[in-house]
């Protein structure tokens, strides 16, 4: 494996411990407080299982060829390649058709576009989420105590926004941040429900 595909499953088994750590945690201060699950509690779980599905996917990706290894044989290059060119024919939605029908001329586009605009709008909603509850927030009669693990909960986010506006060079990269940037919504949206465990 390359250095990208080794942190990538370093930071999968970091963010899935963290994750099944912070749900713990959300479940014990509702249970603590009383409270029953409501619809966010479900809803946090169910993004749990979310999550370890798109890791379980991601490191699918990591072993295969282009998210994560480096073949020196030129023989295994091309089976990996070969490989990855029949799993690729299972994508009817976006290619089926001009597969199966000469008469639509197809064209090609950069796989990377789509990633960029997903990334770009991701970007946006994150920035917003950051920004938009601040003012409000300064404006809460609250302990020092408290301002601060509110302020923490918004940086960790701001982290997230900080280190991903790089343009990735491979697709590797993309499932790295990824992992990143889902393990830290999780664990972000588990923070709020915490003062009762303080």
Same mark, same amino acid.
């Given at each position: 494996?390359?250095?990208?595909?080794?942190?990538?499953?370093?930071?999968?088994?970091?963010?899935?411990?963290?994750?099944?750590?912070?749900?713990?945690?959300?479940?014990?201060?509702?249970?603590?407080?009383?409270?029953?699950?409501?619809?966010?509690?479900?809803?946090?779980v169910a993004s749990l299982?979310?999550?370890?599905?798109?890791?379980?996917?991601?490191?699918?990706?990591?072993?295969?060829?282009?998210?994560?290894?480096?073949?020196?044989?030129?023989?295994?290059?091309?089976?990996?390649?070969?490989?990855?060119?029949?799993?690729?024919?299972?994508?009817?939605?976006?290619?089926?058709?001009?597969?199966?029908?000469?008469?639509?001329?197809? *064209?090609?586009?950069?796989?990377?576009?789509?990633?960029?605009?997903?990334?770009?709008?991701?970007?946006?909603?994150?920035?917003?989420?950051?920004?938009?509850?601040?003012?409000?927030?300064?404006?809460?009669?609250?302990?020092?105590?408290?301002?601060?693990?509110?302020?923490?909960?918004?940086?960790?986010?701001?982290?997230?926004?900080?280190?991903?506006?790089?343009?990735?060079?491979?697709?590797?990269?993309?499932?790295?941040?990824?992992?990143?940037?889902?393990?830290l919504a999780i664990i972000?949206?588990?923070?709020?429900? *915490?003062?009762?465990?303080?």
């Amino acid at each position: 494996l390359q250095i990208v595909g080794q942190t990538t499953i370093r930071l999968i088994t970091v963010f899935l411990v963290l994750s099944a750590i912070s749900q713990v945690f959300r479940l014990w201060a509702r249970y603590s407080e009383g409270l029953h699950m409501g619809a966010d509690d479900w809803l946090s779980v169910a993004s749990l299982f979310a999550f370890l599905g798109y890791c379980g996917e991601v490191l699918v990706c990591v072993h295969t060829y282009y998210a994560g290894q480096v073949y020196q044989d030129s023989g295994k290059t091309e089976r990996m390649s070969n490989r990855y060119l029949k799993a690729r024919f299972a994508d009817p939605i976006i290619y089926g058709i001009h597969f199966w029908n000469r008469s639509i001329s197809g *064209y090609c586009f950069s796989a990377q576009i789509p990633f960029l605009i997903l990334g770009f709008l991701d970007r946006l909603v994150e920035i917003a989420i950051q920004w938009l509850p601040g003012r409000r927030i300064c404006d809460l009669q609250l302990s020092r105590r408290k301002m601060l693990a509110i302020l923490a909960m918004f940086l960790s986010g701001f982290s997230v926004v900080s280190s991903t506006l790089t343009s990735p060079v491979d697709y590797g990269r993309v499932g790295l941040w990824s992992v990143v940037n889902l393990g830290l919504a999780i664990i972000c949206s588990c923070l709020p429900t *915490y003062p009762g465990l303080l």
